[in-house]
């Protein structure tokens, strides 16, 4: 009963750090990156998918998860596939 409440509990750190990185992502992209023919919902699906990748991979810390997912799209700009890309 203990490793379940132990989970749940890194599950419910793990959506925190989801929810408060995908809101400053998702206004930082809005802000500074453009969309390449991508609407804003997709890139707010985008940017979910990837950082439910990144979560996948054991990455919790809502720093390194904004820098992960900002690097990513910035990475996708640069080489001009764009967030549609993506």
Request: charged letters at 25%.
């Amino acid at each position: 009963m203990v490793a379940h409440h132990h989970h749940r509990r890194a599950d419910e750190q793990s959506l925190r750090a989801i929810e408060g990185t995908y809101r400053e992502v998702c206004e930082e992209l809005s802000k500074s990156q453009p969309l390449n023919g991508c609407d804003y919902d997709s890139l707010r699906t985008v940017i979910v998918h990837r950082l439910l990748k990144l979560v996948e991979q054991g990455i919790t810390d809502p720093i390194e998860l904004r820098s992960s997912t900002l690097s990513y799209f910035v990475g996708q700009h640069e080489t001009s596939k764009g967030i549609a890309g993506a």
